[in-house]
């Protein structure tokens, strides 16, 4: 996700989905209570690295811009699994 970052992110829709990765709008699940939330207006997928023993790095993205940050592990963020080359 740092790569994605660090050469401008993603500024539309295209960004995402027209990667090789095809990510999708697909929201979060709330930890508090297992609602969906903002499906279809954001994407969050967590990244490997932790930020602390509580705390994950994510990237988000919207129709206007992508970025990274951290949040609580228990919130449902998507997963895309890649391999190693």
Same mark, same amino acid.
């Given at each position: 996700?740092? @790569? &994605?970052? #660090?050469?401008?992110?993603? /500024?539309?829709? @295209?960004?995402?989905? !027209? +990667?090789?990765?095809?990510? *999708?709008?697909?929201?979060?699940? @709330?930890?508090? @209570?297992? +609602?969906? #939330?903002?499906?279809? +207006? $954001?994407? $969050? ?7 602390? /023993?509580?705390? !994950?790095? *994510?990237?988000?993205?919207? +129709? =206007? =811009? ?12 998507? &997963? ?6």
């Amino acid at each position: 996700w740092y @790569n &994605v970052y #660090n050469t401008g992110g993603w /500024t539309t829709w @295209n960004g995402p989905w !027209g +990667s090789g990765l095809k990510l *999708h709008a697909a929201g979060y699940l @709330n930890y508090s @209570n297992g +609602s969906l #939330n903002l499906r279809g +207006s $954001f994407g $969050f997928y967590w990244s490997s690295t932790q930020y602390s /023993t509580d705390y !994950g790095w *994510h990237l988000y993205f919207y +129709s =206007g =811009g992508s970025g990274i940050n951290y949040d609580d592990k228990a919130t449902g963020f998507s &997963v895309r699994c890649l391999r190693d080359n």
